[in-house]
């Protein structure tokens, strides 16, 4: 019956050879991956972690932020989706904090850490610790000057004029969910058009 | 030289960081072009070079793979998970069967070396774009994401909800979320890598309708590096988002190839199947992306409009092609004075104007050589600038609009270009073989001057990486969303920044996402309101409102159209930072009565 489907016998033996040499590349590819976990689990020495340049391309500290309830927030940038999970020590003249670590679930480069607030311009040794097994994974010494604000935020400060407005009209958006907001009609202006062209 | 060094090995880094989501959708592109062209093959037998079929196949693959993941949405809508597994299992079936069954083309080791190192070349070039980006480009994005989103967990657990009343786009959504489903891959990589893939592919299948009619390979190649990096388009689609119109040109690549093979149907052994395929060509692609099927009306008048013109005396031809040389010139003049539509020459005169400038001094032997097929692409610009003007109402419950948009015009005018261009080299070809002082050995010096000079231009004006104009997300607003996931209640409603959306003539103040707060309701499944970005938080009237409105937090990104950080700041008695980032923050509306 196989026969008669496929065409001939050497084209049965040519699928056949296909699935067999498929199944080897799959073993081979399974030994290769659980050696490499196997070498990676042996001793390696600690990475420096720092502040991120502009691109960032290796493990570094994002930016430094907080929260509403006085949580201090570490954004953290990890250069392997397949990074260990991690926690933050943090050690400080005052003290050492535990700083919990959550890997972002679309982008797993990003993680997103939080604990104790920390005062301005005191000197921070972070460490990272991975959660599986509590080995040192990365460590460093930062300052925290401020929680910095963007070129964005600061160019705003430079006394830009915003018209006055009060809230707008959603009238249907083709992106989100809107509900709808009574207001006074937008003043006329000159539009920015939408999809523009490169900068 | 080391540009190129440069943008290849970033394109690299990404081949080799997104190796698995890459290979899922190269499987899915070749599955579609090995049943395309096993049914094209029987229906057509061997009338076509390997080149051309290979071409055309590679706008032929999206037929079978979206006629694929439509079958898999009524599958699981009929029966369950389980149809998902049953389809998966014959589609495999019917692959490697294809393969060994219907012999399909040998290829020589060369072509097949060349092709295959010309493709890995281009697609590592446009991988580059990837190289630093976190989700893609642009308000748009945010709702593609949130549809694949709501397709893949569809898949997982069926149910009677519609992503949207008005949602129509279907196409592109299904066939991303059958990948992602069925390769187990992050919808955000998907997204991006299928983007940069289809750019990659959609210069190949130009070669096809420039090859049938001038014979020449080197002109139709010319004609795919012209449309893949002649100009801005169709690259600066991904700086938009708009996937679905970047795929629905894989969609109108066929019906122009298909729609030629008909139009000249008495070069080849012709069959009325071709009638099948064109149809079910703008059934896929209307699927994909509505607009597409204006853009197919506007193909058929052309068609209608250059047989008329075929059958009248020399004098009248001219007259007549003269006639719409004239009509776009000023269709030009109108929109250069719109203030809305200024856009759409706007990088094709400026960045864009050496590669312009070669295809306008190719028109002159396009026009010579192949008159026909040059009349049809200058008729098609035409009308589809036409389209701009031409006003609808009330389609799928948006508001007024026109037929055609500027976006979408824009972005589809590097085709019509592409196939000038690839017609006016092989013009030049003819025009030089005439002159009796020419030495023929000279016409590959003349190729590779062009593409030379191409490369070049790509290299002073492509942009190979994201436009800041669109790049709405940055890694603090990442934190910042994970952190309101974790922490405010799902029934939160978050104001988020928006701007009104200028596309056409005849806009009347919709919205448009203006910030990275566009991918809340997506992403983490809040509620938001979208409220134009340049309000005034230090009026007291305004606070009174967000409290009306129930608004329970504002969410400001680091985009110019984002909400003033500096009137919340100042007004601590109503609104107090959540959550503070240097590129995003969030406020908690306070003191409401």
């Known amino acids: 019956m196989l026969q008669q489907y496929f065409g001939s016998r050497k084209t049965i033996l040519f699928i056949l050879a296909g699935v067999v040499i498929l199944a080897l590349l799959l073993i081979f590819w399974r030994l290769i991956s659980l050696q490499r976990a196997a070498s990676e689990s042996a001793a390696e020495p600690a990475l420096r972690i720092s502040y991120c340049g502009a691109e960032p391309e290796e493990l570094c500290v994002l930016s430094f932020g907080r929260d ?25 003249p005052s003290g050492e904090s535990v700083y919990l670590c959550e890997k972002n679930r679309e982008v797993s480069t990003s993680v997103f850490c939080f604990g104790e607030m920390v005062n301005l311009q005191e000197k921070m040794e972070i460490s990272l610790i991975s959660s599986e097994n509590d080995r040192l994974i990365a460590f460093g010494n930062i300052m925290l000057n401020a929680i910095l604000v963007s070129g964005q935020f600061q160019s705003e400060s430079d006394g830009i004029q915003i018209p006055e407005e009060t809230l707008g009209t959603p009238t249907p958006m083709a992106t989100v969910a809107s509900t709808a907001l009574t207001s006074t009609p937008t003043p006329t202006f000159t539009p920015d058009p939408s999809y523009p062209s490169y900068p | 030289m080391t540009f190129y060094i440069n943008v290849l090995m970033d394109g690299f880094s990404v081949l080799v960081d997104q190796a698995w989501t890459i290979f899922s959708i190269l499987i899915i592109v070749v599955w579609g072009q090995t049943i395309f062209t096993a049914i094209f093959k029987k229906a057509f037998e061997d009338q076509f070079t390997f080149l051309e079929l290979f071409s055309l196949s590679l706008a032929g693959w999206i037929l079978p793979s979206s006629l694929l993941s439509v079958l898999l949405f009524i599958g699981v809508f009929l029966f369950g998970e ?77 149910s009677n909800d519609l992503p949207l009343s008005n949602y129509y786009h279907v196409g592109f959504h299904l066939l991303s979320a059958s990948i992602s489903y069925f390769f187990d891959l992050e919808i955000v990589d998907t997204i991006l890598v299928f983007g940069q893939a289809m750019l990659a592919i959609l210069p190949f299948s130009l070669f096809f309708i420039v090859k049938r009619e001038t014979g020449s390979n080197a002109a139709a190649a010319f004609t795919g590096l012209l449309a893949g990096l002649g100009w801005h388009m169709p690259s600066h689609l991904m700086n938009w988002g708009k996937y679905p119109a970047l795929f629905s040109l894989v969609g109108i690549h066929f019906v122009l190839n298909v729609g030629y093979l008909a139009y000249r149907s008495n070069r080849f052994k012709f069959k009325r199947s071709i009638y099948w395929l064109l149809g079910l060509g703008v059934l896929v692609s209307a699927l994909i992306h509505t607009r597409s099927l204006i853009v197919f009306v506007c193909m058929i008048i052309a068609i209608l409009f250059t047989a008329w013109r075929g059958r009248l005396p020399l004098f009248f031809q001219w007259l007549v092609f003269v006639l719409v040389l004239c009509a776009l010139a000023v269709q030009i003049f109108v929109v250069q004075k719109s203030s809305i539509l200024t856009l759409l020459f706007g990088y094709y005169t400026g960045q864009d104007i050496f590669a312009t400038s070669l295809v306008i001094f190719f028109l002159i032997f396009s026009s010579w050589a192949f008159p026909d097929l040059t009349f049809f692409m200058l008729a098609i610009s035409a009308l589809m600038m036409t389209g701009l003007f031409i006003p609808v109402t009330g389609f799928a419950g948006y508001g007024p609009q026109t037929l055609l948009d500027r976006p979408y015009v824009q972005m589809i005018l590097y085709l019509p270009l592409s196939i000038l261009g690839g017609l006016g080299l092989s013009g030049l070809f003819q025009f030089l073989q ?129 909400f003033n950080v500096l009137q919340l700041d100042a007004q601590k008695d109503w609104y107090q930072i959540a959550f503070l980032l240097p590129q995003a923050r969030v406020y908690q509306v306070i003191a409401c009565p």
């Open chain 2, 82 to 158: 389980i149809a998902a597994i049953v389809i998966f299992a014959i589609a495999t079936g019917v692959f490697i069967s294809t393969l060994f069954v219907w012999k399909l083309n040998r290829v020589s080791l060369l072509t097949g070396l060349i092709l295959i190192l010309s493709f890995a070349f281009f697609l590592t070039l446009k991988l580059a774009f990837l190289r630093n980006i976190i989700l893609p480009s642009y308000f748009d994005s945010a709702e593609h994401y949130r549809i694949i989103k709501y397709f893949v967990g569809y898949y997982e657990l069926p």
């Open chain 1, 68 to 92: 509403m309830e006085d949580n201090m927030v570490v954004n953290v940038f990890v250069p392997d989706r397949k990074f260990p999970d991690f926690y933050l020590k943090i050690k400080r």
């Open chain 2, 434 to 562: 005439g002159l009796s002082f020419y030495p023929k050995r000279l016409m590959p010096f003349v190729t590779l001057f062009f593409v030379v000079f191409l490369f070049w231009n790509a290299k002073n004006n492509h942009k190979f990486y994201p436009s800041d104009c669109c790049q709405f997300f940055n890694r603090d607003d990442l934190a910042a969303l994970q952190w309101m996931d974790r922490t405010l209640p799902l029934d939160s409603n978050i104001m988020i920044a928006a701007s009104n959306l200028y596309v056409t003539s005849l806009e009347e103040g919709a919205l448009a996402g203006a910030d990275s707060g566009i991918w809340i309701a997506p992403m983490i499944s809040r509620k938001t309101i979208p409220v134009r970005g340049n309000l005034s938080f230090d009026r007291s009237d305004v606070h009174v409102d967000i409290c009306r409105q129930k608004i329970d937090f504002i969410y400001v990104g680091n985009m110019p159209q984002s």
